[in-house]
């Protein structure tokens, strides 16, 4: 049967008729937001970059915590800046570095689900994500250790996932057998398994100051094109113990997403990353879009491409919406 028999708008003459029949609905337990820390300041700041986006003091957690709780989200993903940077990114796996006693703070004063970014960037001197040579080569194995020191050290602090972004082969792995001996069988590790070499990455480099000093990393984030080899990427975190994987960044890679939950029956995380949400804030300011309905549904998109954990700055908004 076709037209004048079946008539779709049938469906699409109300709101309550929209609601009824909607297909993809996101819910605000879905929702992590990212949040950032500085051990340099005692106030919150905020970046130009990221209008909106707080960067807060090692100080205040219940009032934090309580904020982003009364919007409706129940999880966070950490990130910290440090007081000091060094070649080997010291920082990140002191027993009282920022992220240690962000998450700390987070636990003391909250019930909120906290996930720890695991990675050297915002660590070193040198801005990239592990061990660096003379000749500007990130080596791998001997990074991995250093990864491995980080997560026993997040855990310790009482992180309730431990998400890898360095994009270092066998990460995984070394993580997995790390926190398995320290006795924490039980943290799960969110792999940062298909992260691609974007340029939408740029606004999380100011609040974070982890732009690399030299070079760019090509040599360990995932080329532009290349969608048969972020299957691998997911399979080789699958093999290696992970229990969620992640593509990031999420709008230019919806394909990549709805691949992976054609293929893999587990959680898929999927990051609308800085550049992102930059994109949106300013032609939002300039008048040129309706900033609320672009938020909804480029949100929902990514959950009906597959995603099941949606990280995300807009997260309080979204939930208040919902």
């Given at each position: 049967?076709?037209?004048?028999?079946?008539?779709?708008?049938?469906?699409?003459?109300?709101?309550?008729?929209?609601?009824?029949?909607?297909?993809?609905?996101?819910?605000?337990?879905?929702?992590?937001?990212?949040?950032?820390?500085?051990?340099?300041?005692?106030?919150?700041?905020?970046?130009?970059?990221?209008?909106?986006?707080?960067?807060?003091?090692?100080?205040?957690?219940?009032?934090?915590?309580?904020?982003?709780?009364?919007?409706g989200v129940g999880s966070v993903l950490v990130f910290g800046v440090p007081?000091?940077?060094?070649?080997?990114?010291?920082?990140?796996?002191?027993?009282?570095?920022?992220?240690?006693?962000?998450?700390?703070?987070?636990?003391?004063?909250?019930?909120?689900?906290?996930?720890?970014?695991?990675?050297?960037?915002?660590?070193?001197?040198?801005?990239?994500?592990?061990?660096?040579?003379?000749?500007?080569?990130?080596?791998?194995?001997?990074?991995?250790?250093?990864?491995?020191?980080?997560?026993?050290?997040?855990?310790?602090?009482?992180?309730?996932?431990?998400?890898?972004?360095?994009?270092?082969?066998?990460?995984?792995?070394?993580?997995?057998?790390?926190?398995?001996?320290?006795?924490?069988?039980?943290?799960?590790?969110?792999?940062?398994?298909?992260?691609?070499?974007?340029?939408?990455?740029?606004?999380?480099?100011?609040?974070?100051?982890?732009?690399?000093?030299?070079?760019?990393?090509?040599?360990?984030?995932?080329?532009?094109?290349?969608?048969?080899?972020?299957?691998?990427?997911?399979?080789?975190?699958?093999?290696?113990?992970?229990?969620?994987?992640?593509?990031?960044?999420?709008?230019?890679?919806?394909?990549?997403?709805?691949?992976a939950r054609d293929r893999y029956d587990m959680p898929i995380a999927a990051y609308q990353v800085s550049g992102?949400?930059?994109?949106?804030?300013?032609?939002?300011?300039?008048?040129?879009?309706?900033?609320?309905?672009?938020?909804?549904?480029?949100?929902?998109?990514?959950?009906?491409?597959?995603?099941?954990?949606?990280?995300?700055?807009?997260?309080?908004?979204?939930?208040?919406?919902?």
């Amino acid at each position: 049967m076709m037209y004048p028999e079946v008539r779709l708008r049938r469906l699409r003459q109300s709101q309550r008729m929209r609601d009824l029949v909607c297909e993809t609905r996101v819910s605000k337990d879905e929702l992590m937001l990212p949040m950032f820390f500085d051990a340099n300041i005692g106030e919150t700041k905020y970046t130009d970059s990221m209008p909106g986006v707080p960067t807060h003091p090692l100080s205040g957690y219940d009032a934090i915590a309580s904020g982003i709780q009364d919007s409706g989200v129940g999880s966070v993903l950490v990130f910290g800046v440090p007081s000091h940077k060094d070649p080997t990114g010291t920082g990140a796996y002191e027993e009282h570095g920022v992220v240690q006693k962000a998450i700390e703070g987070l636990k003391e004063n909250s019930d909120l689900l906290v996930a720890a970014d695991l990675c050297l960037c915002e660590y070193t001197d040198h801005g990239h994500c592990g061990v660096l040579t003379e000749d500007g080569e990130v080596l791998n194995d001997e990074t991995l250790d250093l990864y491995a020191r980080t997560a026993v050290s997040q855990a310790q602090a009482g992180a309730d996932m431990i998400a890898p972004s360095g994009m270092m082969d066998g990460e995984v792995a070394a993580i997995r057998q790390a926190l398995d001996d320290a006795g924490f069988k039980n943290v799960p590790i969110m792999g940062y398994s298909a992260k691609f070499q974007s340029a939408f990455y740029g606004p999380f480099r100011d609040i974070a100051d982890s732009a690399p000093g030299k070079g760019d990393r090509a040599g360990y984030q995932m080329a532009w094109g290349n969608a048969r080899e972020a299957m691998r990427e997911i399979e080789f975190d699958i093999a290696e113990g992970a229990d969620i994987i992640m593509v990031k960044p999420a709008l230019p890679y919806l394909d990549i997403i709805r691949m992976a939950r054609d293929r893999y029956d587990m959680p898929i995380a999927a990051y609308q990353v800085s550049g992102e949400y930059a994109m949106i804030k300013a032609a939002a300011a300039n008048g040129w879009i309706d900033e609320q309905r672009i938020m909804r549904e480029s949100i929902t998109a990514i959950k009906r491409a597959g995603a099941d954990i949606i990280i995300t700055y807009f997260a309080e908004d979204m939930a208040r919406m919902l």
